[in-house]
């Protein structure tokens, strides 16, 4: 079946770095590519979305980027702060939403 | 303001047991609402989705359940626990009158079976 994964799940990164998570998916036919972030003991929070027809869309401190030829989805995290610690779930949507296993970012201090 | 209210958040039950999990959520009228399960280490893996009162979608075959009985009420059941049901378990939502591709979670609840 389709299936939305990642290619590394843990990222450790210097703070006040830029952070970059990776995702593969697999569905050509998927109308949006989402991110999540989930802390600890906590529910997932939508972070930003990104249509299918787009390769690139910016939010606050947040840019996604969607690669379709290769099928690759990135999440770029400006000036990397504590409170990014977190694991980031992508996702895919076509008649609903598939999480992928998800990367946990690690704030070094 | 939309809220969403899981409870209980943590809960041990002995195999064999029944589960009542339950989710309301508050400010928002028709919306969809989404069960998830959650294994340690792993992804959010979809149960149960409802678009509206009395309807209920079911993704996996499993030993759970899911009722609406009213529209901004979910919860999930199981007549017998099985070890393998634990996880944490999520409720969600969303609303097509917001971001459809925006759902909102609940704080989950952690399931243990013994």
Known sequence: GESVGLHLPTLSVQEGDNSIINCAYSNSASDYFIWYKQESGKGPQFIIDIRSNMDKRQGQRVTVLLNKTVKHLSLQIAATQPGDSAVYFCAEKSDKIIFGKGTRLHILP | ?114
């Not at chain 2, 209980?8 to 002995?14: D, G, H, N, R």
């Not at chain 2, 919306?31 to 678009?51: C, D, E, I």
């Open chain 2, 1 to 114: 303001s939309q809220t969403i209210h899981q409870w209980p958040a943590t809960l041990v039950q002995p195999v064999g047991s029944p589960l009542s999990l339950e989710c309301t959520v508050e400010g928002t009228s028709n919306p969809n609402l989404y069960w998830y399960r959650q294994a340690a280490g792993r992804g959010l893996q979809l149960l149960f989705y409802s678009v509206g009162i009395g309807q209920i979608s079911s993704e996996v075959p499993q030993n759970l359940s899911a009722s609406r009985p009213q529209d901004r009420q979910f919860i999930l059941s199981s007549k017998k626990l099985l070890l393998s049901d634990s996880g944490f378990y999520l409720c969600a939502w969303s609303n097509l009158l917001a971001d459809p591709n925006e759902q909102f979670f609940g704080p989950g609840t952690r399931l243990t079976v013994l």
